[in-house]
């Protein structure tokens, strides 16, 4: 079992989610349509494997379909904390606001549209996904705080708290795999830099999901965060 450690890694991002689906009943309608939305982001991992790195899937199963079964509960694991984050901490609940605008079927289909086009510029490009990824992510959390200033602080507070968590958990794998980013990790052909013995793209990528993540459900479905009274 411990020679499976995206699977070990995947499981831990689950605990987080878990906690906030068990104590904020208020989140957990939320927690899973964004794990439904989620799920497409595991079938990127061929853009990921085995390039940027190169762990052992269940199955192997990764080399039949692309990705495995580690992807998809990583995903739906991230979506859950990263989109709730904010509103546990700074004890905040999403409040219906008048729709301006498009219907939340029309920004989720054009957002998906929008993450399509950009995925496969950067394959194009050739530029790794290890970076298109955070650069779209950041890209659109910007776009829509335009259109939405009340959503500025929260995704930087949200990004910045998804990315503890997120480096907290990394930080428990190392102990358990001392030498996991050595060995399966590729940074030497990135920037092969490490923050507490984390690739440095692992801190931003969780940062930038941080962002977009806290921000998405308020945009697509026209609300806000509000104080518990």
């Given at each position: 079992?411990?020679?499976?450690?995206?699977?070990?890694?995947?499981?831990?991002?689950?605990?987080?989610?878990?906690?906030?689906?068990?104590?904020?009943?208020?989140?957990?309608?939320?927690?899973?349509?964004?794990?439904?939305?989620?799920?497409?982001?595991?079938?990127?991992?061929?853009?990921?494997?085995?390039?940027?790195?190169?762990?052992?899937?269940?199955?192997?199963?990764?080399?039949?379909?692309?990705?495995?079964?580690?992807?998809?509960?990583?995903?739906?694991?991230?979506?859950?904390?990263?989109?709730?984050?904010?509103?546990?901490?700074?004890?905040?609940?999403?409040?219906?606001?008048?729709?301006?605008?498009?219907?939340?079927?029309?920004?989720?289909?054009?957002?998906?549209?929008?993450?399509?086009?950009?995925?496969l510029i950067f394959v194009y490009l050739e530029i790794?996904l290890i970076y298109g990824a955070p650069i779209l992510?950041?890209?659109?959390?910007?776009?829509?705080?335009?259109?939405?200033?009340?959503?500025?602080?929260?995704?930087?507070?949200?990004?910045?708290l998804c990315c503890f968590v997120y480096t907290s958990?990394?930080?428990?794998?190392?102990?358990?795999?001392?030498?996991?980013?050595?060995?399966?990790?590729?940074?030497?052909?990135?920037?092969?830099?490490?923050?507490?013995?984390?690739?440095?793209?692992?801190?931003?990528?969780?940062?930038?999901?941080?962002?977009?993540?806290?921000?998405?459900?308020?945009?697509?479905?026209?609300?806000?965060?509000?104080?518990?009274?």
């Amino acid at each position: 079992m411990l020679e499976y450690n995206f699977l070990i890694l995947s499981l831990l991002f689950l605990i987080p989610s878990f906690l906030v689906f068990l104590l904020r009943r208020d989140l957990r309608r939320m927690m899973v349509s964004l794990a439904l939305y989620s799920i497409p982001f595991a079938f990127t991992e061929r853009y990921f494997y085995p390039t940027y790195w190169e762990p052992k899937f269940l199955w192997n199963l990764v080399e039949i379909f692309g990705f495995g079964v580690e992807d998809l509960i990583f995903v739906i694991g991230l979506s859950g904390f990263s989109s709730t984050i904010y509103a546990v901490v700074f004890k905040k609940r999403f409040y219906p606001i008048k729709q301006v605008g498009y219907s939340p079927r029309f920004i989720l289909i054009f957002l998906f549209l929008i993450i399509t086009f950009a995925v496969l510029i950067f394959v194009y490009l050739e530029i790794h996904l290890i970076y298109g990824a955070p650069i779209l992510m950041i890209v659109l959390y910007f776009g829509i705080s335009l259109k939405r200033q009340d959503l500025l602080l929260p995704g930087i507070f949200g990004g910045i708290l998804c990315c503890f968590v997120y480096t907290s958990l990394c930080y428990v794998i190392y102990l358990i795999y001392p030498d996991i980013f050595q060995i399966t990790w590729h940074t030497e052909k990135f920037l092969n830099k490490k923050l507490f013995f984390i690739p440095i793209e692992e801190i931003l990528y969780s940062f930038t999901a941080g962002c977009i993540a806290t921000v998405f459900y308020p945009t697509v479905y026209h609300t806000a965060f509000k104080n518990f009274e």
